[in-house]
């Protein structure tokens, strides 16, 4: 059957890549960015520019446009990586990170909670980096610390959205060749939104809320 999917951050990297692979399984997919790009517009997919989820008026204009919308599978993607480390800690990107991929996932989850219903899923592209008991080097503060709370956020929302059988997935794609990390990862962005897309949809009520990497694994808190 076909779903409609919603997907933030899409116009490059995972997003992009996910926007394909539910467009080539045949679904509905609506790809919501700032600004689209020539690899979006490519896509047989529906493209909402304009949509910062990190501002009031994004998010607004995101309502708008979602309004008349059934959405079956909710994907928050967008996401941003900065680096801080200890001695040289920059409490302005920190923050930045907090809103942009800890906050705005969860706004974005609950402004469009009126167009989820029973059998919906929302899936959260996380990171392990977001992990305490994985945290093996350090550094990376304003990252780690928001991706773990993007984690607890979608832990409590699991446990909110149960009794309306809405299902919620926690993903690591991998270390993903991407922008984000100057191309240096050692899984192609296709593969990861491919993996992720599978995890997508067998996601059932009696795995939501557990926090996955792409390739299955159940990952430590």
Wanted: hydrophobic letters at 40%; a negative charge; one cysteine or more.
């Amino acid at each position: 059957m076909k779903n409609t999917v919603v997907i933030t951050g899409a116009n490059r990297g995972i997003g992009l890549k996910l926007a394909q692979q539910f467009a080539e399984q045949g679904d509905r997919v609506i790809a919501l960015c700032r600004q689209s790009s020539e690899q979006l517009a490519q896509l047989n997919v529906e493209i909402v520019t304009g949509v910062d989820v990190s501002t009031k008026q994004g998010l607004e204009h995101m309502v708008e446009q979602l309004k008349q919308t059934s959405i079956d599978v909710l994907v928050c993607n967008a996401g941003i990586l900065r680096d801080e480390q200890l001695g040289q800690l920059n409490i302005d990107t920190i923050r930045e990170q907090f809103e942009v991929n800890a906050l705005a996932p969860l706004r974005v989850a609950e402004q469009l909670l009126p167009q989820l219903s029973s059998g919906s899923k929302i899936a959260m592209i996380t990171s392990r980096m977001g992990s305490i008991a994985d945290n093996g080097s350090g550094g990376r503060y304003g990252y780690r610390m928001s991706k773990a709370a993007l984690n607890a956020a979608a832990m409590s929302l699991s446990k909110d959205l149960a009794p309306q059988e809405i299902a919620v997935g926690i993903y690591h794609p991998g270390y993903v060749q991407t922008d984000m990390v100057n191309n240096n990862g050692d899984i192609s962005a296709l593969e990861a939104a491919s993996r992720i897309v599978g995890l997508i949809n067998e996601l059932s009520m009696s795995e939501s809320g557990v926090f996955k990497h792409s390739n299955g694994q159940v990952l430590p808190w």
